[in-house]
């Protein structure tokens, strides 16, 4: 059974940096296509970034050259670095698992970053 657990999040100053992680309880996790969204206040969740099983990635251009995701298949865990951090990328951040169609959410972590 999928559980997707998120931490990291916090409050940080711009142009500081974070590390959002997200573990999976599951079996699946090696299989999955694995992501980030966000969803700044008021506004509608966003892919930030996202990993497919053998490591291809993409970001989002609003984070590219800042963000980066990575996975470790033997952990079930998904990382992303967030460097330079602006105001605009403050917001709950969610872990997304999705494999066959189907799609999971962890219940998110909040980055607040101050300008």
């Known amino acids: 059974q999928v559980q997707l657990v998120e931490s990291g999040g916090g409050l940080v100053q711009a142009g500081g940096s974070l590390t959002l992680s997200c573990v999976d309880s599951?079996?699946?996790?090696?299989?999955?296509?694995m992501g980030w969204y966000r969803q700044p206040p008021g506004k509608q969740r966003e892919l930030v970034a996202s990993?497919?099983?053998?490591?291809?990635?993409f970001h989002a251009d609003s984070v590219k050259g800042r963000f980066t995701i990575s996975r470790d298949n033997a952990k079930n865990a998904v990382t992303l670095q967030m460097n330079s951090l602006k105001p605009e990328d403050a917001g709950v951040y969610y872990c997304?698992?999705?494999?066959?169609?189907?799609?999971?959410w962890g219940k998110g972590t909040l980055v607040t970053v101050s300008s």
């Open positions: 997304n698992l999705g494999q066959r169609g189907l799609s999971y």
């Open positions: 599951g079996s699946i996790f090696s299989f999955a296509i």
């Open positions: 990993i497919l099983p053998g490591g291809s990635k």
